[in-house]
């Protein structure tokens, strides 16, 4: 190899024909893909067999360290920082507390849910490969685009790039670093 | 036996939500092109330059405020909340109607609030702003705000968790916080359509750092959905608790006219009633003045509409209630906190709600109205008036004439009373604008995902 490149980009015209070549890359037996749209696709996470996503057990969590946050807070400052006797009811008061801890779960919840999305997306991330195939620009607009990573062990910069020929794209176009 | 034609026309005729022709790259190029144009109509400059004005009537106020304290407005006892808790209760309101487009028309997936949510999304930001400016200004020394808050301090003291007041800080404080991030991970994508089709280098590096590096990768689709989804269902039971904690300021107190166990569903209601009242102003001139009546069309206009009467009738139906369990319930303070309203000094204020919030809307029965652009958008106007009425209402009336005949007072509003409320309109008015001349007011991806190309077509294998 003279230059290492990222990989190799097909763009198509339709969310179909997008799907039907993740399809087909999947059985020509590549791993290393992405694919790349402006709008969400339900039947392409099927097509690249991806991983269910772990957010909800992150926002789980988050909701639940939440919660316990805001009840041990306020627990604490009523029951043991700062008692205060009204006419002797219980200092440990929980059903007042019950509002102030809804709350809590919902702000660490929503908060690992952004924050978790994030993580799993990699953002932000300033330099992305992609980004250099000049008519990418594009996929946030109106094109689909199919990238096979040169990390994939079948990969041919020749090769690939032929495969990739016979999906009818609209183009094929290398990914430099 | 039917014939062949009339089997056909049995089927019912698909309705598309937005209107016909249009391409990912047209909806794209459609709505972004307000953002990436160098030409901004008149109609913007003078509804900005309005809020604007009124921004610094705000700015004047609160300077006036900070310096002379609260007494400028009219609050004196017995009526200590006056103007600010109405305008309080009455912006949090307005937002409501944001979160249920965005969070609970999600989840009940009503495709039809795809092209609203944003802007609606972005008036719950504003209109949480503008409220949270009430109680703070109302503290007497709003420069001491964070003692509402727990934290370790020197003082040795803590605030009261058993106060809904306190509640009333955490519900809306995570309530702007969700709302913000909501909006944010649905502008996300937008962000990045921006970056991509921006020309001009200080934009594109702009909106490069907010989108963070977004590419529309499926797994950061499939990430995305999901959090969406988390959001929406989060999002709620928060909303509908904000207003209930919102409620709970005056059902705790045992103040006459106050202390009701279904003040909660009732100050929903009137939230959502409120709220999407706001939506159609706002969306009547802006899908004119920019050509989106192809995006925002009128079945949009209708729904909300119907949305407009559904949640009116629910407010009626409390008024009702609230007068039947006054009597119902044999509490003679209670009856003569009903009696007062009704004929008393603030009588003229209390018929003129009935008017605006119950027999105004019920024109959108009528299909005539309900596509008829002006009425729709008189109709929302009068309901705005009105729920501001109602708040004002609850809180004069009840606060006027509670249980001693020598305690008594009439509320008077001063000109600082009006000029901070219209001052915050400003407020809203100021940063709903820049919003529509920064950010996409329509949510790009999720309008490519109506229309009929974006379905994926399966090969027969």
Redesign the interface.
Known sequence: MTKTIYGMMAEFD???AL??A?REARAKGYRKL????????????EA?H?HK?R??LI?LIG?ILGGLTGYL??YY??VL??P?NVAGRPLH?WP??I??T???T??F???S??F???A??G??????P??NVPR???????RFFLCIEATDPLFDRKATSDFLGTLEPREVSEVAH | MPDEQDLLQAEPPKREIIGTGY???TV??QIASVVLTKRTPLFWFASFAVGFGLLLVFLWSVVLLLAKGVGIWGIRMPVAWGFAITNFVWWIGIGHAGTLISAILLLLNQQWRNSINRFAEAMTLFAVASAGMFPLLHLGRPWLFYWLF?YPNSM???????SPL??DV??VS?YA??SL??W??GLL?DL??L???STHRLPRFLYGILA????????????????SL??AG??T??VL?VHT?VS?DFTIAIVPGWHSTFFPPYFVAGAIYSGFAMVLVLAIPLRKVYGLEGLITLRHLQNSAKVLLATGLIVAYSYVMEQFMAWYGGNTYEQAAFLHRMTGPYASVYWFLVFCNIVSPQALWFKRVRTSVPALFTVSMIVLVGMWLERYVIIVTSLAQDFLVSSWGIFQATRWDWATYLGTIGLFLFLFFLFIRLLPMISI??V??LLP???????VR
């Open positions: 339709t969310p179909g799907v039907n993740a992405d694919a790349y749209s402006p709008f969400p696709i339900e039947e392409l996470s690249l991806l996503s957010l909800p926002v909701g807070m306020q400052v009523t920082y700062f205060i008061s007042a507390y509002i102030i809804f709350e809590m919902i702000l919840a929503a908060l849910a952004v978790g999305l994030l799993l997306c953002l932000p991330m300033p330099y992305h992609v980004f990418f620009a594009l996929a946030s607009r109106n | 391409t990912f790259g794209t190029d727990p040795a003291v803590q605030p009261n968790f058993r306190v509640w955490f519900a995570t916080t969700v991030l909501f944010f991970v994508p990045a359509t970056r991509d089709r963070m590096g977004w590419r529309g990768s499926a797994r950061h689709w499939a990430s995305h959905e999901v959090a988390l959001l989060l999002a039971p928060l608790s904690v709970f991806f999720e490519r995902t190309q974006a379905k994926v077509e399966e090969e």
